[in-house]
Nanobody, 124 residues
């Protein structure tokens, strides 16, 4: 079992930056693909970014490409999501997820473990 705890969310203004963290416990995540998803009120959960076990391969949703960077520190069992130039449409609950196996995916059904989420609110 892997437990995931997100942190770093908050209320920011449009154009600001945030760095979300996802601390894992229970097992080392070094052999897991990791992802960030978000869910806005009344909408479905959507993929934001993913990273393979090594950290060398990443993927992003088109809506955040160029503004977000996912990274991981396997020694700290932690995954990060740096978000820059935030927009009101980025407001959502952001979830960290772990997928058994080395390669990630963009569908939330592919992930095995989830955190409780951290709220990001962006004012215009």
């Amino acid at each position: 079992q892997v437990q995931l705890v997100e942190s770093g969310g908050g209320l920011v203004q449009a154009g600001d930056s945030l760095r979300l963290s996802c601390a894992a416990s229970g097992r080392s995540i070094s052999s897991y693909a990791m992802g960030w998803f978000r869910q806005a009120s009344g909408k479905e959960r959507e993929f934001v970014a993913g990273i393979r076990w090594s950290g060398r391969i990443t993927a992003y949703a088109g809506s955040v490409e160029g503004r977000c960077t996912i990274s991981r520190d396997n020694a700290k069992n932690t995954v990060y999501l740096q978000m820059n130039n935030l927009k009101p449409e980025d407001a959502a609950v952001y979830y960290c997820a772990a997928k058994e196996g080395l390669y990630g995916g963009t569908r939330h059904s592919e992930y095995d473990y989830w955190g409780q989420g951290t709220q990001v609110t962006v004012s215009s």
